[in-house]
């Protein structure tokens, strides 16, 4: 009985280094893209009223961090550049800072700026993710895992205010989700978010279940180079 208590208790604490293994190669795949600079494209994939929406966002980011983005929703596309906490969308007036759009009431990109606010680049986005899974586990080439019910609710709550133009979404109810990575040579190439939980809406107090997936491909790593356009440059 002794020795199969001691057995237990070694296997618990060896799941448990391998678990925070796996945490410490995924940030440090992360890491090697940050340092690098990369492309990706997201897809975002939502039942809706029976028919399944799609959205797309194109990134690039250099060394630098500096990040320019191609978002498309429905028939319209729009063109960001962002360094640190400040940014710059494309408009029919040119290019304009957050807070110049957010000061002119009548621009339509207003609901941009705010989606927009808080945005990381995949390497950041996902060495932050890997802190709010339960525990991480490797079969083959994928390292997967289940959020916590926190974590979800968070990352649920966040995404539907951003898709909303970054108005406050009321609190996700019996959040779940998980996650699964993909890392090739020591670099992350591909992970997959998938998260759902239910809201009440605020203007009829109905509740319905959103269900949410997420995935980004990584490609170009380490030979991205782009140029900041002559107009972009003192408004970063």
Same mark, same amino acid.
């Given at each position: 009985?002794?020795?199969?208590?001691?057995?237990?208790?070694?296997?618990?604490?060896?799941?448990?280094?391998?678990?925070?293994?796996?945490?410490?190669?995924?940030?440090?795949?992360?890491?090697?893209?940050?340092?690098?600079?990369?492309?990706?494209?997201?897809?975002?994939?939502?039942?809706?009223?029976?028919?399944?929406?799609?959205?797309?966002?194109?990134?690039?980011?250099?060394?630098?961090?500096?990040?320019?983005?191609?978002?498309?929703? @429905?028939?319209?596309?729009?063109?960001?550049?962002?360094?640190?906490?400040?940014?710059?969308?494309?408009?029919?007036?040119?290019?304009?800072?957050?807070?110049?759009?957010?000061?002119?009431?009548?621009?339509?990109?207003?609901?941009?700026?705010?989606?927009?606010?808080?945005?990381?680049?995949?390497?950041?986005?996902?060495?932050?993710?890997?802190?709010?899974?339960?525990?991480?586990?490797?079969?083959?080439?994928?390292?997967?895992?289940?959020?916590?019910?926190?974590?979800?609710?968070?990352?649920?709550?966040?995404?539907?205010?951003?898709?909303?133009?970054?108005?406050?979404?009321?609190?996700?109810?019996?959040?779940?989700?998980?996650?699964?990575?993909?890392?090739?040579?020591?670099?992350?190439?591909?992970?997959?978010?998938?998260?759902? @939980?239910?809201?009440?809406?605020?203007?009829?107090?109905?509740?319905?279940?959103?269900?949410?997936?997420?995935?980004?491909?990584?490609?170009?790593?380490?030979?991205?180079?782009?140029?900041?356009?002559?107009?972009?440059?003192?408004?970063?």
């Amino acid at each position: 009985m002794k020795n199969s208590m001691i057995i237990v208790v070694a296997m618990l604490i060896a799941g448990n280094m391998l678990a925070a293994d796996l945490k410490d190669d995924v940030k440090a795949a992360a890491k090697k893209l940050t340092e690098a600079g990369y492309a990706w494209k997201t897809t975002t994939e939502m039942p809706f009223g029976g028919q399944s929406r799609s959205f797309t966002t194109e990134g690039k980011v250099n060394a630098d961090g500096v990040i320019m983005l191609s978002m498309e929703r @429905g028939q319209t596309t729009t063109e960001a550049i962002l360094k640190g906490e400040k940014g710059v969308i494309k408009t029919e007036d040119g290019w304009k800072t957050f807070e110049e759009i957010s000061s002119d009431n009548q621009n339509r990109s207003r609901f941009i700026v705010r989606s927009l606010q808080g945005y990381k680049a995949p390497a950041a986005e996902v060495a932050q993710l890997v802190d709010s899974v339960k525990e991480l586990k490797k079969s083959d080439a994928v390292i997967s895992g289940d959020l916590t019910e926190d974590g979800a609710k968070k990352l649920l709550t966040f995404r539907t205010a951003r898709a909303q133009g970054g108005g406050n979404a009321p609190e996700a109810k019996d959040a779940k989700g998980s996650i699964k990575i993909w890392i090739t040579d020591g670099k992350l190439v591909k992970y997959e978010v998938e998260v759902q @939980g239910k809201f009440t809406s605020p203007q009829d107090n109905q509740e319905r279940e959103i269900t949410r997936k997420t995935t980004t491909e990584i490609k170009d790593a380490g030979s991205v180079k782009f140029e900041v356009p002559e107009a972009v440059k003192s408004k970063l």
